[in-house]
């Protein structure tokens, strides 16, 4: 009984101490970053109908979702993703608004995955949503505000891999393919089984050419090199164009000089009912998941009444994390800390010292000296939980301070200390 009260479900993990003090600063270093790209923030419900979930919006699955019923007997479900909820807020309070429109958030979202697979159930994501855009400018915008929210994280080397749904769909209607022959090419691509794309693809009824170019997919990656390969393999007029706007969002993105950042991989059909242009997906060392995913969906809001076109991107967190602390990426805190040990008799200088620590920003943590811990003891707990400078109160007037690195040890007066 008490194993269970103390254990958490599957897939849902506990987070504290100097772990959760460095998420949190991770997100807000995130979200800097998103304010300063002119967004504003949104929260949304983190339960709702499970209409505003369906699988045209882009959520997970319907058995993926955690589901329960309110006492109208309405489903309701846990947020699987967020884009589909800020779709709704803007159909419903930007009803009328013509120019863009930038929102940023953050929270957990909750997909029930198979067990034994590894994954958390329970997802915090930080993301935006940038609508009433549909220029190429607005792609490399979003994808330029990725590669500086993850600079902001602490990430020196990742890559943000960017593919385009028009251009295969410009290669399948070349084809002229029936549904279920179309959806066995796109599962095949999806899973990169490009072996088995072949062998599938060589019994079809389809010119040499189409099949070339479908099979071309499995090397369209890389630079700007994969781009000239993609437009000399098709004469689609949709995969023409995809190709042009890709160029157009590189060229916008060496303006912002991270060239570096960037590649390309055509084969990249995610969320392909879902997605309309522009999809995209991101990568560092140290987690095989992406750490980010985005892409335009100019149709998800029409779904809510608005016809706006919209890209945006989620980057999950937790992943992020992975790749952080594997890749042994240090953390600087931005704030001082301080402990202070006092006995009864000295509780009042005690405060004192503790307000005004606290006024000049620097988290303060007090402990009243007991009679079953030395002093010692007390050393080691600043050290566990990097308590920092230490203030060792000897009477109303002197105070013994330690300094963070404790390679100074020395006796103050308090009233030199305290503003």
Same mark, same amino acid.
């Given at each position: 009984?008490?194993?269970?009260?103390?254990?958490?479900?599957?897939?849902?993990?506990?987070?504290?101490?100097?772990?959760?003090?460095?998420?949190?600063?991770?997100?807000?270093?995130?979200?800097?970053?998103?304010?300063?790209?002119?967004?504003?923030?949104?929260?949304?419900?983190?339960?709702?109908?499970?209409?505003?979930?369906?699988?045209?919006?882009?959520?997970?699955?319907?058995?993926?979702?955690?589901?329960?019923?309110?006492?109208?007997?309405?489903?309701?479900?846990?947020?699987?993703?967020?884009?589909? /909820?800020?779709?709704?807020?803007?159909?419903?309070?930007?009803?009328?608004?013509?120019?863009?429109?930038?929102?940023?958030?953050?929270?957990?979202?909750?997909?029930?995955?198979?067990?034994?697979?590894?994954?958390?159930?329970?997802?915090?994501?930080?993301? /935006?949503?940038?609508?009433?855009?549909?220029?190429?400018?607005?792609?490399?915008?979003?994808?330029?505000?990725?590669?500086?929210?993850?600079?902001?994280?602490?990430?020196?080397?990742?890559?943000?891999?960017?593919?385009?749904?028009?251009?295969?769909?410009?290669?399948?209607?070349?084809?002229?393919?029936?549904?279920?022959?179309?959806?066995?090419?796109?599962?095949?691509?999806?899973?990169?089984?490009?072996?088995?794309?072949?062998?599938?693809?060589?019994?079809?009824?389809?010119?040499?050419?189409?099949?070339?170019?479908?099979?071309?997919?499995?090397?369209?990656?890389?630079?700007?090199?994969?781009?000239?390969?993609?437009?000399?393999?098709?004469?689609?007029?949709?995969?023409?164009?995809?190709?042009?706007?890709?160029?157009?969002?590189?060229?916008?993105?060496?303006?912002?000089?991270?060239?570096?950042?960037?590649?390309?991989?055509? /084969?990249?059909?995610?969320?392909?009912?879902?997605?309309?242009?522009?999809?995209?997906?991101?990568?560092?060392?140290?987690?095989?998941?992406?750490?980010?995913?985005?892409?335009?969906?100019?149709?998800?809001?029409?779904?809510?009444?608005?016809?706006?076109?919209?890209?945006?991107? /989620?980057?999950?967190?937790?992943?992020?994390?992975?790749?952080?602390?594997?890749?042994?990426?240090?953390?600087?805190?931005?704030?001082?800390?301080?402990?202070?040990?006092?006995?009864?008799?000295?509780?009042?200088?005690?405060?004192?010292?503790?307000?005004?620590?606290?006024?000049?920003?620097?988290?303060?943590?007090?402990?009243?000296?007991?009679?079953?811990?030395?002093?010692?003891?007390?050393?080691?707990?600043?050290?566990?939980?990097?308590?920092?400078?230490?203030?060792?109160?000897?009477?109303?007037?002197?105070?013994?301070?330690?300094?963070?690195?404790?390679?100074?040890?020395?006796?103050?007066?308090?009233?030199?200390?305290?503003?």
């Amino acid at each position: 009984m008490r194993e269970t009260m103390l254990s958490t479900p599957e897939g849902i993990r506990d987070i504290y101490g100097l772990e959760c003090e460095r998420k949190h600063a991770v997100l807000a270093a995130m979200e800097n970053v998103l304010h300063l790209y002119g967004n504003k923030d949104i929260e949304t419900p983190t339960f709702e109908y499970f209409g505003i979930f369906n699988a045209d919006r882009g959520s997970a699955p319907s058995n993926e979702m955690y589901k329960f019923f309110d006492r109208d007997n309405n489903t309701l479900v846990l947020r699987p993703d967020f884009t589909p /909820s800020v779709a709704r807020c803007v159909a419903k309070y930007f009803a009328d608004e013509e120019l863009p429109i930038r929102l940023c958030y953050k929270g957990k979202t909750f997909a029930s995955t198979e067990k034994h697979q590894g994954k958390l159930a329970e997802i915090t994501q930080v993301g /935006s949503e940038l609508i009433n855009d549909d220029s190429s400018a607005a792609d490399a915008e979003t994808i330029a505000c990725v590669i500086d929210c993850l600079k902001a994280a602490g990430l020196k080397e990742f890559q943000i891999e960017i593919g385009e749904v028009d251009f295969f769909k410009g290669i399948i209607e070349e084809a002229n393919l029936d549904a279920d022959t179309e959806e066995k090419i796109r599962d095949y691509i999806q899973i990169k089984n490009f072996f088995g794309l072949s062998e599938f693809i060589s019994e079809l009824d389809m010119s040499e050419e189409i099949k070339e170019d479908l099979n071309s997919l499995s090397s369209l990656f890389g630079g700007l090199d994969a781009l000239d390969k993609a437009e000399s393999i098709t004469k689609s007029p949709r995969a023409l164009e995809a190709i042009d706007r890709l160029r157009k969002v590189y060229t916008a993105l060496s303006y912002y000089e991270y060239q570096e950042y960037v590649s390309f991989d055509l /084969s990249m059909i995610n969320g392909y009912d879902y997605y309309t242009g522009i999809v995209f997906s991101g990568y560092t060392y140290g987690t095989g998941n992406p750490i980010v995913k985005g892409g335009r969906y100019n149709n998800l809001l029409s779904q809510f009444g608005k016809d706006a076109p919209s890209i945006g991107f /989620s980057i999950y967190v937790d992943e992020l994390m992975n790749g952080i602390t594997r890749q042994n990426i240090p953390f600087e805190r931005t704030t001082k800390c301080a402990l202070i040990v006092y006995t009864i008799e000295n509780q009042a200088s005690a405060l004192r010292l503790a307000q005004s620590l606290r006024e000049k920003d620097i988290i303060t943590q007090l402990i009243r000296k007991s009679k079953r811990h030395d002093e010692d003891e007390y050393m080691r707990y600043s050290d566990v939980y990097d308590a920092g400078r230490v203030y060792i109160l000897q009477d109303d007037s002197n105070v013994r301070i330690i300094s963070d690195d404790r390679s100074v040890d020395e006796i103050r007066d308090i009233n030199d200390l305290v503003i």
